[in-house]
């Protein structure tokens, strides 16, 4: 891992983001003194689930993989981040570093972090921030409420299309999308086996819903795939 100063052109990506899109250039930069850039390598861990809250994260390129580890050892993949996503070192938002790559990287990612203290001064000194990320907090644990119900309840094509309409953008329009992380972690992202999310990409091709080569998805006509994950049962 290497350590690298921030740039400007990265302290306004970060303002692109919508919990910092109300902040004046004067706090942002407070927030960036002392902030750095870390590169990472492919793989490599950057914190442990059940390390002290000290740092937020800022995802500048690559990939990132947030996992969280059952009592029998076993691996679950939380997220997939890719760049331009914030992510927390704790489920409590207060605690923070900032950075370009976190939990497990890909694709040569990096990550940069800014103490703490400058952070809370920043929230101190304008409570209207605070309940603006507040907001974008609760936004948050809706989508995780959410991703827990299409876990437990949603049958494997709701799953697998459903993700597939979450990339696409708005419209009716036909879409190519490039998968952002490989098949294997998509699925078990999804909750999957490899070979189950495989099974309903074929049963989606033979629908003529979509066309797949490698990574790429061209979905014909989004409003059809979603009729098509309304109609199947919530049975797996």
């Known amino acids: 891992m290497t350590i690298g100063q921030v740039e400007l052109t990265e302290m306004e990506r970060l303002r692109r983001t919508e919990i910092f899109s109300v902040w004046s250039d004067e706090d942002l930069s407070h927030l960036f003194k002392g902030a750095r850039v870390l590169e990472m390598s492919v793989g490599q861990i950057l914190f442990l689930e059940g390390d002290a809250a000290t740092a937020f994260y800022f995802l500048l390129d690559g990939q990132v993989k947030l996992v969280t580890s059952a009592a029998d050892g076993h691996e679950k993949i939380v997220d997939i981040l890719q760049g331009g996503d914030l992510f927390c070192r704790s489920c409590s938002f207060f605690g ?139 049975t797996r």
């Open 96 to 234: 923070i570093s900032l950075s370009r790559a976190g939990n497990s990287g890909h694709a040569r990612p990096g990550s940069g972090n800014s103490p703490y203290d400058n952070f809370l001064v920043t929230l101190q000194q304008h409570q209207e921030l605070m309940l603006q990320m507040l907001g974008e907090l609760s936004l948050r644990l809706r989508h995780l409420i959410m991703e827990l119900r299409h876990l437990t309840v949603e049958s494997a094509d709701q799953r697998v299309a459903g993700y597939l309409l979450e990339l696409c953008p708005s419209g009716n329009s036909p879409v190519s999308l490039l998968l952002p992380a490989k098949k294997a972690m998509i699925a078990a992202r999804l909750g999957l086996t490899p070979e189950t999310f495989s099974r309903v990409l074929k049963r989606l091709r033979e629908e003529h819903l979509i066309a797949v080569e490698k990574l790429k998805i061209y979905i014909h006509r989004p409003s059809e795939l979603r009729q098509w994950a309304n109609s199947k049962s919530s």
